[in-house]
């Protein structure tokens, strides 16, 4: 017996002074996929994936694979917002404390530059439907039958709260997202802040017009299970969706500030959905003119631009001027510079054009227009 | 002496017994780079390539590698159109057989399944600038001082012409694409019967409005005088610019027939330029719809389409119905199939969605608008 | 009260109508990455992967995604082995029933062609450091201070038994897999069946001597923790380490028998470990001859070869014609066709060669020669 | 008459002002497919293809697209090298001059950092065969029908003279380099100094050993008739067969010296060809090793190896430590880091290994073997 303690005891020690997780000789290096996009109007552009699960709902990861995508992915922001109410591994997992999937990835993200925000799913039959709340303090107390008084307990404990996928066809069949009286009263008493506009793979343009009806910040979220290398095909080019945060800097505090004053926009699919006045800058931010030209011989423009962010825009020429290398539609790659040249009939020192973003949304149907300043060297 | 000679006329010899290309080991395979569209209107959509050089002009290549790279390229009709007045070469190639480089490609073209058509560019400075006559019968005799004999001479063969990078700034400074009362004239007596609206990597909307207002047809060309291969980034998936030709055979008289008769479309860029009536079938055959269906509990429609073509479409829904999982704009890659969902807010047998193709173009500054018919299952 | 509890049932019966994992809009395809080799011998060639760890021991992942990974790989069989004395979860995951990570895989693995064997890793210091057993009946009875007993109760269960990463630098600092008196002794009682050869990214030569010494099944294993994309770069072409198990067929009792009789070739990081009697036929199995010719004029042979399997061989010349397109050493690609060329002298009806197999191990510094056999047509 | 006549002029005048080439707005990036070694021995090592025909003799192209091929794949020196015997294009290129390609290509070349060496193919059955002299003063006057004569008038030019595809079935249906009599009366002449080990896709054993026992130069040449990217599948990889040359500098004089010192390796298809005094400097040259440490727990020591040329080398272990991540054949992919693990039983302050190079040769059927010198941190 004492013999075969002391064998258990070597073994422990063993493990002690080997590393944390046994055999893992290296990681492979988070390559391309971190998500860019510049800064713009004196803001921090977080990118934030506010909806997400693990084993500690119905999720299938432990919270530490949350917090390593996020770090591939160059996410500035997460939060694990595991069911209240619907608890699947609750037979293995049968403790009641719901804020542990926040301390495990807390303690994961340690020196990872990776802010983690304590959340939860109010998981709910329509209406409410389902909506999280971030920035809570203590998720056990968000447990009570009544939802509203779930609502006003995450108020009190000073939460930004979303209404999660209201156009999800288990709970609405026709996937049309529509208020309720409820809805409506949460908005008026200041319970719900925000709405995903998108979540997963799904976009809901009603979602969109309720946000802009009803003044809620656009929230788009991953709301992932599974992996999200898999779900969104990241090796072959995909990203999860976010929503981008203009934050006074990169704190809890200033994105809680952003988010309860609508400073969001959803990257999605290729995507840019929100409002003109944050879309309009983030996308002239993004491209950068480098160069403009005349060969002497010629009156048409050589146009060097650089796109600094990870949409492949689609512009469509609003101007005057016609192209020498496109029809009215032009992509502009991502991460990298493409020429435009532009016949400007007379040889200009400076000269401007409108362009509307075909991948950006500002409304159901509508599209933002930037304007891009060409000055001639 | 004797024994050298016989030492000359064992190597000619071994010439004659060993392959035409000596120490050619076999080719890679010309993989995924052929252009497919689908047939349609009961025409064959025949891929040309009108606008040519060799070594006969001022292209660096012998005709046999042009052949290859159409054959790589998956064309159906290729013609080497060499300046009958510019012959940088002719230091090199001194003799005054304009047709010599059409018979090269010929021979070399047999077996090909290639069809290749006899041309010539007419160089002259502007007006008229610079032309291709195709279908002609013998180069040779359309050398003459004055241009508008050589366009009657043509003429006179049968040829079909076409007014070449009417936007080149090297003719007119603004690149902006002009009749002039020469080229009036020219199309009043039938001596010009289409109009390059893509020349190499430009596009002229100005040329595309003069071929609407004067009836020619649409062309794109490569205009290539270097290689294929690195003009247009082939390896890294772009393509050359060619017309579609709807034809109602592969021979040339079908082709010549369908050049007079402006049944083209230029493929240039990813974009499709020409008329409405020849756009909007031959997108539509492209995008086969293959299924239709609800799942049991919801009203959203669940659809796979097949995109046929090499085109990347850029769609932008015109229907009330919005989409589940896209914005108003959507994507549907190249001979791949894409999933909609769309929701028609109750369950319906069959319904159908109009679309706008922003990557087709119907005339300078409009795009196609095409009608998708989906029957549920 | 009772309204809110209405509202809670009607939330639960959505779940249950909507899918099992709520939100997910269908995977990637789990494309180009399955690990392929022909069967050969009369045998099933089955793909293994034998330790595996979860959330249950001190692992990232809820079975569910064990089961997908494998699916991805086309893997055959697997078993999560969870550390029975290592439970760094146990705060969040305190049940003592040491099957149950056995029964989550098995229920995820229903409909998808996937075995999943129970097991377990008794997880001591060394001697005897860490063993799997594996095809047990009750792994909650293998838990005794005792390691010999546990042997033994495996043993008494029908277990097939291996001992884990023998060169584990946190057991053995010079990563030098030594046999010590107790596992001689185990060896003796027939306690311990097999030896892991390869372990994560980790060779052993001197594994692979003691498993021939001993007559030692030789196995490779992934021991994962975190996920198998990440940890082998699947995206860029890697592949987890495996066990190929020469099975009578695809059964938990024929793979057991196989194990048991050292019926088993390791595949890892491109590289085929094991006896030379499996070796030998599975690559000459992977290679096959398609088509010999001469042209008519020459004696060197035109060989189309088709490698079969994953594996891109890189072979040693060891007969006396020399190659015409290569030197001695020649690499065949994976799953595609390479020609070879041969200088036979003469013209002959049908000729053989030697090659050594150098990503083939069949001992220390051993390398495995095949015979190609060349009919020419 | 006249008008025609200004006209004429005008269109002159208008190419004269645009570019060369007319409509080429640019041309892709020659990305990575530029070969890369590294200087050593204090000689740069220059990439050189010495074989090489336009539509002057019987290839396919002008000779400038040989040098933009040669720009791309980064090479410092190139020969275009006529038949002077075999011209299939003299019906269109009579000329008489076989100096006209090197003119042209040399113009071409103008500050493209590329040497262009005047040479020609003396093109002759067996025997001799082809031979190629390079760094002749006037290709014309090697047109004699006597070979003999050929080989005394280019060695008075101060001709570097190679035997070209000794093994061309064509010639020897074997496809078995031999050496003749009249190859030997020309070496003890001092009129043959290199010899093609590799022609194309060929490589001839027998050609090196010819090669070593007559103290011929080795040569790797392409031969090269269509296009580089074509026959080599560049996009995807594959690289032309070309000379490392080692040169004390850049210049013509600096390469003759170094070919008629026989300081040269050829480079195929990722193989290193050539004298061991030349290989094993050049390779250990091309591995950097940057670090070596051991963790405090271990005796095995971690390598961090770069690998700075373009070879993917293939070495074998032939020291006694054993590896910790490989069996003894370890892969070192170009221009990239490879970690190595070595079990060293001892912490040791310094350590050298030694390793079979098996995809560089430097006699029939033996490699080279080089040592690495580990210096732990």
Known sequence: MKKSTTLLLCFLL??????????????SHSSGRKITFPDVLGYKVLKCDFHQHSVFSDGSVWPDIRVQEAVRDGLDVI?????????????????????????????SAKNQNLIVVRGSEVTRSM???HVNAIFIEDAN???????????????????????????????????????????RLLIKEGLLHGIEV????????????????????????????GLIDWQYDVPEGGHRPITLVFSKDKTEDGVKDALMNGRTVAWFN?????KNEFLVPLIESSIVVKEVT?????????????????????????????LHLHADIVNIKPNTTTILEVKTIKALDSFNMKF????????PKSHPEINLQFEVK
């Open 294 to 322: 005349y060969s002497s011989k010629t009156t048409v423009a050589h146009i060097t631009i650089e796109n600094t962010s990870d949409a492949e825009f689609v512009l469509e020429n609003q101007s005057d001027y016609t």
């Open 270 to 274: 290729n995507t840019l959905i929100g």
């Open 14 to 27: 063993t493990y002690c002074l080997s590393a944390q997780t046994p055999h893992d000789h290296g990681h």
């Open 198 to 225: 998108v979540n997963d793979k799904n976009y809901s343009e009603e979602a969109l017009q309720i946000a802009f009806d009803n003044n809620l910040a656009v929230i788009g979220s991953s709301d992932i299970h």
């Open 79 to 107: 939060s694990l917002t595991e069911h209240l109410e619907y608890q699947p591994h609750k037979e293995d997992i049968p403790h009641p404390n719901r804020n542990r999937s926040y301390q495990l990835a807390l303690n």
């Open 127 to 129: 209406p409410p439907g």
């Open 141 to 183: 107390k968000l447990m009570d039958d009544d939802p509203v008084k779930v609502f006003r307990e995450a108020k009190k404990q000073g939460a930004f709260i979303f209404w999660n996928h209201p156009n999800w066809t288990s709970q609405v069949k026709d996937g049309m997202a529509k208020l309720t009286d409820m809805h």
């Open 356 to 363: 509307k973003v075909l991948n950006a949304v500002d409304a």
